[in-house]
């Protein structure tokens, strides 16, 4: 059994979330929703990624949480990590929409965490 802590941070999140055919809307046998982290919002406070250990880690270059998968937990493991979020950045979406979410947060600009707030 690999024991490196950093493995999760190695899984390939995005790619994870793009269709791979087993999608319900494909007659898979994925839940109807996917989850996605607002990581321009996200607060890095690990909640989630606490409660949710298969679907949920922080990123190593920003330390905020992204969603690695979407097939790693139970929808009620998930909603109580959502429901663990301070901020509230954590949602339920249709799995249409998670290329256009990522498109979007690559062209929003994050600041990693621990920075000091731009002036
Ligand atoms: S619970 Fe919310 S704020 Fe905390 S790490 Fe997860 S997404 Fe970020």
Redesign the pocket.
């Given at each position: 059994m690999n024991k490196n802590p950093f493995l999760a941070f190695e899984a390939k999140a995005l790619d994870e979330n793009r269709p791979n055919g087993r999608e319900p809307l494909l007659g898979g046998k994925l839940r109807s929703k996917a989850v996605w982290?607002?990581?321009s919002?996200?607060?890095?406070?690990?909640?989630?990624?606490c409660v949710a250990t298969n679907t949920?880690a922080?990123e190593k270059d920003n330390g905020?949480?992204r969603a690695i998968r979407q097939d790693g937990d139970s929808s009620e493991l998930i909603q109580e990590?959502i429901d663990?979020?301070?901020?509230?950045?954590?949602e339920w979406v249709r799995f249409e929409e998670l290329e256009n979410l990522r498109l979007k947060l690559e062209s929003t600009p994050i600041r990693p965490l621990g920075l000091p707030p731009l002036r």
């Open positions: 982290v607002d990581e919002l996200c607060i890095g406070c690990t909640y989630c990624s949920f922080m905020r949480a990590a663990t979020c301070p901020v509230n950045c954590i």
